[in-house]
């Protein structure tokens, strides 16, 4: 267990529709990170937040929104939702910008 | 732009058969390169982070080394519990990636008994 927790596991939508999903970073960690995994693009990253604030963007869709709330949890907002945003999305979170430990994924299927 | 390679895609080990996973990259300014292992339907597990050419970490039957162009896992005498996916990513020193991790597509490990 690496203390990262996403919620929910499961998430199964229709095209057009939004969501969010909801990390809570391990105790201490200020860095919270996005990533999106599917078969064919792997592992891709889409956007950090250091203490409440934006630090680096991947190529996260301008569909995709997140924000980090002063307690430090996360949510990515993903609307209008198409087939191919079908994926595990994976939230982590690191105490400064090394080590990054993973929660256990948000498994998206759009319909 | 930053780019990782992982080979093989696919290795099928017998139990007690030791072998090295590659890790090719490409960055501007490496300021760290971190192997994971990622089980089916599972986040990725940190297990190694190497800084600098010519540094080494070890952990059980897994030994990660660095030189300046790519990374090896070497796993010995490796289990039939150590089947997963080993994922290689690299972080870029300045600019304003920060954190960010840049994957390779990984190395999907079968050690059979």
């Known amino acids: 267990d690496s203390g990262v927790t996403q919620t929910p596991k499961h998430l199964i939508t229709a095209t057009g529709q939004r969501v969010t999903l909801r990390c809570s970073p391990r105790?201490?960690?200020?860095?919270v990170y996005w990533y999106q995994q599917s078969l064919d693009q792997g592992l891709q990253f889409l956007i950090q937040?250091?203490?409440?604030?934006?630090?680096a963007k991947g190529n996260i869709l301008e569909r995709f929104s997140a924000q980090q709330f002063p307690d430090l949890h996360s949510e990515l907002n993903l609307s209008s939702l198409e087939l191919g945003d079908s994926a595990l999305y994976f939230c982590?979170?690191?105490?400064?910008?090394?080590?990054?430990?993973f929660g256990p994924g948000t498994r998206l299927t759009v319909l | 732009e930053d780019q990782v390679t992982q080979s093989p895609e696919a290795l099928r080990l017998q139990e007690g058969e030791s072998s090295s996973l590659n890790c090719s990259y490409t960055?501007?300014?490496?300021?760290?390169l971190f192997w994971y292992r990622q089980d089916p339907g599972k986040g990725p597990e940190f297990l190694f982070t190497?800084?600098?050419a010519g540094e080494e970490k070890e952990k059980e039957r897994l030994k990660a080394t660095l030189t300046k162009k790519e990374s090896f896992l070497h796993i010995t005498a490796p289990k039939p519990e150590d089947s997963a996916t080993y994922l290689c990513?690299?972080?870029?020193?300045?600019?304003?990636?920060?954190?960010?991790?840049?994957f390779g597509q990984g190395t999907i490990l079968t050690v059979h008994p």
């Open positions: 937040y250091y203490n409440g604030e934006e630090r």
């Open positions: 982590a979170s690191s105490v400064d910008e090394g080590e990054q430990f």
């Open positions: 990513a690299v972080q870029t020193a300045g600019g304003t990636s920060y954190g960010k991790l840049t």
């Open positions: 105790s201490g960690d200020l860095s």
């Open positions: 960055v501007s300014g490496l300021r760290g």
């Open positions: 190497l800084y600098s």
